[in-house]
């Protein structure tokens, strides 16, 4: 399912282009992605949507998150420490986090590293008009280039 997201992320949803369900399902089932993935990623996405409506930013930066025997079974140290960077970077909020915590343990697999993290991250602030600030931190840490010290 988490394939049937991505593709969705930058063949539509990036670039603004909104078909129809039936027309999007269609085209990804004509892609080769198995009906089950894409009735998944559909669910997945109208949550977060609908999370994102719902979404009233409430940071107290002297709160701290406690995360679950579930959610530590599931998301990798690396993904949980990659989501306290960003906040500490100001890139997510505590009402971010949430949504990007309960969009990780939707999905169906069992294990979720970092490299589906930074995706959800994505998807999540690209959804409230804000993945320019995340995007530029990404850069910064995982771009090709890396600054030269002197």
Known sequence: MFEVLVYMFENYFEANIRPDH???????FAAGFDQEDINGAFDWFTTLEEMTDQTTTAVNSHSMRVYGETEIKKISSESLSFIMFLEQAKVLDSAQRELVIDRTMALPQPEVGIDETRWIVLMALWNQGKANDFLFVEDAMFGDTRPTLH
């Open 22 to 28: 039936h027309t999007l399902a269609d085209e990804l």
